[in-house]
């Protein structure tokens, strides 16, 4: 699916759902998804490897930035039943979606924002910011911005997850957090994938 279709306010596509039943961190989980919102057959896996090894806050909030289906923000909400998690998305039906997959999977410590990168969420700062970014809507147009803003979003000592492709704009990514962070680490490097970290302290 291109980014133009599910990086939109209102998908055009038909709203044809369907179920996915997968394990992450050793816990079960069912998610609703639908066409027109992003990897609607399938986890993909960016997301796959960033939930599996995102390192999460104890307490705190944290933020799902882009969140799709609601995978990433609902398996944290579960991991740490003290962190309030905030998800968001542009999307109106993946926004729809997180609240029926965050229900589904017995979280309740979460919220849900429907709009374009930061501009939803008022003044609220976090302690983590976790993203699959959406690179086929644009590094300079929308991933950059992400991240620029992002340090203007965390809390001293607060932290910024990303997950790519090595090959798809890994490089320019990382450019992008050294010169908003001032330098990055890589959490994990998996099938062609890596978790880039940085941190406001």
């Not at 995978?71 to 003290?82: F, K, N, S, Y």
């Not at 979280?107 to 086929?136: C, R």
Request: aromatic content about 6%.
């Amino acid at each position: 699916m291109s980014g133009s279709h599910y990086f939109s306010s209102k998908p055009t596509v038909e709203d044809r759902r369907g179920l996915i039943r997968t394990i992450l961190r050793g816990k079960q989980y069912e998610f609703i998804t639908s066409r027109g919102v992003f990897s609607s057959k399938r986890i993909d896996n960016g997301t796959r490897i960033l939930a599996e090894n995102m390192i999460l806050p104890k307490g705190g909030r944290l933020l799902d930035m882009g969140c799709g289906i609601g995978i990433l923000g609902i398996v944290a909400a579960r991991e740490r039943a003290d962190l309030e998690v905030v998800m968001s998305d542009i999307n109106q039906r993946a926004v729809e979606l997180t609240r029926l997959n965050a229900k589904r999977n017995k979280v309740s410590n979460f919220s849900v924002h429907e709009g374009h990168l930061y501009e939803s969420l008022g003044d609220i700062m976090f302690d983590t910011i976790i993203s699959n970014p959406p690179i086929s809507a644009g590094m300079r147009k929308v991933v950059f911005p992400l991240v620029r803003r992002a340090k203007e979003r965390l809390v001293e000592g607060g932290t910024l997850q990303l997950v790519i492709q090595s090959k798809k704009g890994g490089k320019m990514l990382a450019r992008a957090m050294d010169e908003t962070f001032g330098e990055h680490t890589v959490l994990t490097r998996k099938s062609g994938y890596r978790i880039l970290f940085a941190d406001t302290s």
